[in-house]
Nanobody, 126 residues
Framework: QLQFVESGGGLVHPGGSLRLSCATS????????VAWFRQAPGKEREGVAC????????NYADSVKGRFTISRDNAKNTAYLQMNSLRTEDTGTYYC???????????????????WGQGTQVTVSS
């Protein structure tokens, strides 16, 4: 069963930076358009950033544009989310997943039955 595995979260002060990593458990990441999502306590999961399988197409939520950068290294079978200028409202559990690609990548998983990983916790607090 396809599942993506997230890592790299932690506790950081406002204005700080973190880099998250995403890998697959078995299959090659290069087959997939990858997105990062996040979920804050009491809120719905929301899309943050996505990148096409070749890395030529990216898309960002307005709330993170100019602060977050999504990238990938298919040779290392890993996708990344570089998060700079972090704010308290960026706090949440971050997940990665395979998503659909049209003229741009969108925050919709390739399958309604996709099994989400455990995510990685990001806490931004002074």
């Amino acid at each position: 069963q396809l599942q993506f595995v997230e890592s790299g979260g932690g506790l950081v002060h406002p204005g700080g930076s973190l880099r998250l990593s995403c890998a697959t458990s078995g299959d090659s990441l290069s087959y997939y358009t990858v997105a990062w999502f996040r979920q804050a306590p009491g809120k719905e999961r929301e899309g943050v950033a996505c990148i096409s399988n070749a890395g030529s197409v990216t898309n960002y939520a307005d709330s993170v544009k100019g602060r977050f950068t999504i990238s990938r290294d298919n040779a290392k079978n890993t996708a990344y989310l570089q998060m700079n200028s972090l704010r308290t409202e960026d706090t949440g559990t971050y997940y990665c997943a395979p998503v659909q690609l049209y003229d741009q990548c969108i925050f919709r998983t390739t399958s309604n039955s996709y099994s989400w990983g455990q995510g990685t916790q990001v806490t931004v607090s002074s």
